[in-house]
């Protein structure tokens, strides 16, 4: 995977907001928002994986959809190449589109049962090229070679797939535009093991020999570790911690990834038995109605008197590694808040 | 990959599918689906009565013949005559031409109707509000005053345009279409709500595929099903309608035989000669029967899940 020191950003996130509307009552009154995304800022290097990791719920999908404009942002801004899709009107859109493919969670859900392989992965060519009938035949082959699918198939129906082949038909589906950038939320998290491998190596030889981007949401924190270059944590609806893979394993600033980490269980006997679990108490507050000051503060281990009131803001505290947390010195105050950047 | 056979069994695979097209998996799944086949025997047989009988049977089904009155079945009249002394055969055959063409028609223009309100209705959220308080609108109609106004304003006009029979056809046809969409729409509707949150609708919109084509191509296609036992329902509901309408006076003309009128124009004599509504009746239900199954048949042989099993 390359290094990032010469690479131009392909994909700035900056201040998205997803809030999906509460309404009650006869006429549908207003009353509150979901905040599924809350003010998230990033950036994606051409030819990186951007790993983003949360539990459930934590606005992971909603992130990814919003990205590639599949929900309405409710504001803020994406760049993919240069161009804010969140201000483009629908036709220009629809011409950017080929740019910017994803790769879906539920292979199952993701392909129409009444459409047979070759079909499903011929639509996007359909709509954006002007190739014949005979040309379009021959890319969907090249396709189903290049993710290793049997050119026999391509008259059968997704049903009567695995899971990991039908996972390989979205990636097909996805790549038939020759994409930059690709979303991928969760891949891999309705196949099993042996399987999620394969199609984890797929997505890197696929990076690799195309030159592609990678948004790649999981929930599964060891995947993520062998995938992505650098990593999101994301809690409710905002990013707590971003940093790159090895230090943010290594050494987890934010208190959230060091509670997340902590559950990953260590291959070695002897490590296992001497990780100590961060044990989190309570459950995530509601997204419709978040704590005042930082979101984390109501299950904190380290929170202190500030946190309460005050929300902190992703800073950069060490090279490349962001944190939105009191624990480190904030840019408006520039003092650090309680303990400094302790070695943890 | 561990996935895929060998290349040699994939060789063999190959040539036995390239043989194959698509419709002919439908057809080899049809065939086998026993009520299908046995409702396009039954409503071949009846159409082929209908269409080809009158060559054969030459009997005029409007002549009267006022001394061989509600006369049994014979060598003459092989269903026996009506009140009139007309050649129940006869009449039967011309009476199914009309009834079958309405129904027909009638259904395919329902269907067509509701089917589109319903899709547009599910998947648009903005015309949802007004399209469905439309439907609501019309189911609260009540239907039959609805038909004999429409009868008595365009019966002239139209008849003027297409000729009296061509003219009361399209005026009976457009008003049960008109008053017949609506449950349609309703299940259509719910249906589209359903299949239009499915991630492959999400995936042909990060494709960029336009509205109309994801309603084509991914929705329509997934809500096939109940439109298919809609349709079929339809078209039983469409020749009652039509023998309704006749019963009432507004539909054909009176010398003019319909399923409809023939079991209508019985009704009063059912005591004294039950064939003669039996018979009409008979002919009413074997077809609606033979409709249905087809329609399940085509159904089940048109999903590709099901196919095969």
């Known amino acids: ?344 | 990959m561990t996935e895929a056979p060998t290349d040699t069994l994939s060789g063999r695979v190959a040539a036995a599918e390239a043989a194959r097209s698509p419709w002919r998996d439908v057809w080899d799944q049809f065939r086998h689906h026993r009520g299908a086949m046995f409702g396009v025997w039954v409503l071949g047989l009846i159409l082929l009565v209908v269409l080809a009988g009158p060559w054969i049977w030459h009997l005029d089904p409007t002549k009267s013949d006022i001394l061989a009155r509600n006369k049994p079945a014979s060598w003459a009249h092989p269903l026996g005559s009506d009140h009139l002394g007309r050649d129940l055969l006869a009449r039967m055959m011309a009476g199914g031409r009309i009834s079958l063409a309405v129904g027909v028609t009638a259904m395919v223009l329902s269907i067509l109707l509701g089917t589109l309100i319903g899709a547009l209705s599910g998947y648009f959220r903005k015309i949802d509000t007004l399209l469905m308080r439309i439907t609501d609108l019309f189911l609260a109609l009540p239907l039959l005053p609805l038909l004999l106004l429409m009868m008595t304003l365009f019966r002239d006009p139209l008849a003027k345009t297409f000729g009296p029979e061509g003219g009361i056809f399209i005026l009976i046809v457009g008003g049960i279409a008109l008053t017949s969409w609506m449950h349609t729409a309703r299940i259509v509707r719910g249906e589209v709500l359903v299949v239009k949150e499915r991630e492959f609708v999400l995936a042909a919109r990060s494709i960029g595929t336009p509205p109309h084509r994801i309603i084509t191509r991914h929705i329509l296609p997934n809500v096939l099903s109940p439109v298919m036992v809609s349709a079929t329902l339809g078209i039983a509901s469409a020749i009652i309608t039509e023998s309704a309408l006749s019963f009432l006076g507004l539909g054909f003309p009176p010398d003019f035989p319909t399923w409809g009128r023939l079991l209508f124009d019985a009704m009063e004599r059912i005591q004294l000669y039950p064939w003669q509504v039996i018979l009409p009746g008979i002919a009413i239900s074997l077809t609606v029967l033979s409709v249905n199954y087809i329609g399940n048949g085509l159904r089940d042989a048109l999903d590709p899940r099901i196919r095969g099993r």
């Open chain 1, 1 to 344: 995977m390359p290094d990032g020191a010469a690479a131009r950003p392909l994909v700035e996130v900056r201040n998205l907001r997803m809030y999906f509307p509460i309404t009650a009552g006869v006429f549908r009154r207003k009353i509150g928002d979901v905040k599924a995304v809350d003010n998230v800022t990033f950036t994606i290097m051409e030819g990186e994986t951007l790993g983003l990791v949360g539990e459930s719920g934590c606005g992971k999908s909603t992130c990814g959809r919003a990205i590639l404009r599949l929900y309405e942002p409710t504001s803020g801004s994406v760049l993919i190449g240069g161009q804010d899709i969140v201000a483009l009107k629908p036709r220009a859109l629809r011409d950017l589109r080929p740019r910017m493919q994803m790769v879906f969670q539920d292979p199952q859900a993701s392909l129409n049962p009444r459409m047979t392989v070759a079909s499903i992965i011929a639509e996007p060519l359909l709509e954006h090229t002007s190739m014949t009938a005979a040309q379009r035949q021959t890319r969907v082959h090249e396709l189903m070679d290049q993710v290793g699918l049997n050119r026999a198939f391509a008259d059968r129906y997704p049903h009567a797939f695995s899971g990991g082949q039908r996972q390989r038909i979205g990636i097909a589906r996805a790549l038939a535009l020759n994409p930059r950038f690709i979303v991928c939320d969760e891949p891999i998290a309705a196949l099993d093991v042996s399987i999620q491998a394969q199609v984890v190596n797929l997505l890197e030889e696929l990076q690799d020999s195309l030159g592609l981007t990678y948004l790649f949401i999981s929930h599964d924190l060891s995947m993520v570790r062998h995938i992505a270059d650098r990593v999101a944590v994301m809690y409710l609806g905002q990013i707590a911690e971003l940093s790159p893979r090895e230090p943010l394993f290594a050494r987890p600033l934010h208190p959230y990834t060091q509670a997340l980490l902590s559950a990953v269980p260590e291959h070695d006997p002897d490590l296992e038995a001497n990780r100590r679990r961060i044990i989190l108490k309570g459950d995530v507050p509601s997204p419709a109605n978040p704590p005042l000051g930082c979101n984390f503060c109501t299950r904190c281990p380290r929170v202190m008197e500030i946190c309460r009131r005050i929300e902190p803001v992703l800073t950069e505290v060490e090279p490349g590694r962001h944190v939105a947390c009191h624990l480190y010195p904030q840019p408006d105050s520039g003092r650090a808040n309680g303990a400094p950047t302790r070695g943890q």
